[in-house]
Structure formats: structure tokens, C-alpha cells
């Protein structure tokens, strides 16, 4: 077995979310991926398999510390590009096919940028009022500055908060711990004289393992569901934004989120920062 560091939505040198990518991973079973994803300590690691569907140019179990995901976003992204990185060889020019358990993940590659398109949402509508309390509280925000409390389920399961402003992102103060599974996610924008090329601002948490609410550096699958709850929303519209995520704790990530024909796509710059480490794992005691 190979393991690969990625850097994904990057913009710069290391200033995306990292990934653990286990090339060859056909001997591991569930608890031993999990083991090694809580060792590592990034939000998710993943493990390349073989197809089983024909039209997949490769399979992928995605962990995160508290458990296995049907589908991520930053993981599809980092998956890719190392599975291209190594050799592989898609199907169809510049598109590869994921296979993960939320089914068929479309992928395309221009050079070191990739997006994915954004899956259907496995659930959408309201919170309803003990969700929205909770997820207001978890998150840390004022009620006042909430315009809108949704699920956002695409594999993950988000309850978005839309906020006022991308101040009001920022502002957000969560608590240090929350059941699992939790996953907040927030999301604000900015005003038409802000610096930057930024016009939304995320942020999202997540419980691990113990319970403690971590803080995800930049977040593929949020990112997917809220621009399709700001499409359907008609908050936006075609050709889609450019979104920030992670300066609270230190990152820089940077999501395009274009809207096509086809649907909503997700993109970002990939950058491998360490290729095909050996990997030798010890036997894991029985749990």
C-alpha cells in the first residue's frame, strides 16, 4: 500500500484541506480504515479500490474520524487527482468516474484544477424549530442574524444556517463539544465592496469521534449543497461564485461553484504534496 498527501481547494502553498489518499487499500477492512483516518487526524482519509461498476474508473470508501461517509467533497477531489497521479487513465478524455456509496460521481480535470458535479440532496426543506435551535446554538450565532435554517444532506449530514452577512460567518463563536453526529454548516455574503474575489463566506463543523466540534478547513460537499440551496433559492444564478472558507483557523480555501446545464460543479485546485509513502500497518487488536 502507497499513501499520498493532497492539498485541496488550495490558494497557495498549503492552505487547503489536507487529505490522506491509501493507494491498493484491498486488504483493509472497515475498522482498520477508520483506525488509521483517527491516527492520521486530518477530516478524511481515503482508500482506493477497484470498480465494480464498469462505467467507474475507480472505487473509494471515504472516512472521517467518526465514521465511514457515503460521499465528501474535498476526498472526491483529492481521490482523483491522486488516482490520475499514479497513472490512471479515465475512460472519457478530462472526466473520471468516482464510485462511492452515494453512487457515480462525476470529475473534471483541467490540468491541477478539478470540480465535481454536485450530487442530489438525500434530504432539503426547513429544519424545524428543535433542529434550528440546535444547530443555532451549536454553531454560536445570533437568531436575529439567520435567514434561513435547511437541511442540506448530501451524504454528510448538513443543516445549513444562511446567514445576513459573511460577517456574521466570521463572528460565529461554536461550542467546543456536540453529539455525534453533528454537521453545522454556515454561509453569508459578502458586500460588493469587499477586497477580495470572494462573494459568499463558509464555514462548517463537524463532532468527532469524542464528540468535540472540530472545524473543517474548506468542505467540498457543503459547498455542493449550498450552492444548490442558493440556486433553488434564486440567491444566485448562472455562472455561479467564487467562495472562501478557513481563514478562522488558519486556511485559505478558495471554491468555485459554477452553474451549468448539467447541473451545479465544484471546483478547486489540487496540489500533491507528498507521493507514494510506504505504508506498513500493524495488525489492529480486536475492538
Not at 486488504?27 to 464498469?54: I, Q, V
Not at 437568531?143 to 454528510?156: K, L
Request: proline share 7%; hydrophobic share 45%.
Amino acid at each position: 500500500m502507497k499513501l499520498d498527501l493532497v492539498d485541496v481547494f488550495a490558494d497557495g502553498a498549503l492552505s487547503g484541506n489536507p487529505l490522506a489518499v491509501v493507494h491498493g487499500a484491498d486488504a483493509l477492512d472497515g475498522p482498520a480504515m477508520l483506525a488509521l483516518t483517527r491516527w492520521l487526524g486530518f477530516s478524511e482519509t481515503t482508500f482506493l479500490l477497484p470498480p465494480t461498476e464498469p462505467v467507474a474508473d475507480y472505487r473509494v470508501r471515504i472516512f472521517y474520524p467518526a465514521g465511514e461517509l457515503p460521499f465528501a467533497g474535498h476526498p472526491t477531489l483529492g481521490s482523483a487527482a491522486a488516482w490520475l497521479a499514479v497513472g490512471g487513465q479515465p475512460q472519457r478524455a478530462g472526466l473520471v468516474v468516482q464510485q462511492c456509496p452515494a453512487g457515480l460521481i462525476d470529475v473534471r480535470v483541467d490540468g491541477n484544477t478539478l470540480a465535481f458535479r454536485a450530487p442530489p440532496l438525500r434530504k432539503s426543506g426547513s429544519l424545524d424549530a428543535a433542529e434550528r435551535a440546535e444547530a443555532i446554538r451549536v454553531a454560536g450565532v445570533d437568531e436575529a442574524d439567520v435567514i434561513a435554517a435547511v437541511h442540506a444532506d448530501n451524504g454528510p449530514g448538513w443543516r445549513l444556517l444562511h446567514l445576513v452577512s459573511a460577517d456574521a460567518v466570521l463572528a460565529a463563536r461554536p461550542v467546543a463539544t456536540a453529539p455525534v453526529p453533528t454537521d453545522v454548516g454556515l454561509a453569508g455574503a459578502w458586500g460588493a465592496d469587499h477586497l477580495r474575489d470572494r462573494q459568499w463566506e463558509v464555514r462548517a463543523f463537524f463532532a468527532d469521534a469524542n464528540g468535540r466540534l472540530v472545524e473543517d478547513p474548506v468542505t467540498g460537499s457543503l459547498n455542493a449543497s449550498v450552492g444548490q440551496y442558493l440556486l433553488a433559492t434564486g440567491h444566485v444564478a448562472a455562472p455561479g461564485y467564487i467562495a472562501g472558507q478557513g481563514q478562522c483557523i488558519g486556511a485559505d480555501g478558495r471554491i468555485a461553484v459554477t452553474v451549468h446545464t448539467d447541473g451545479v460543479w465544484i471546483g478547486g485546485k489540487v496540489q500533491m504534496v507528498a507521493q507514494g509513502a510506504a505504508l506498513h500497518l500493524p495488525a489492529c487488536p480486536p475492538s
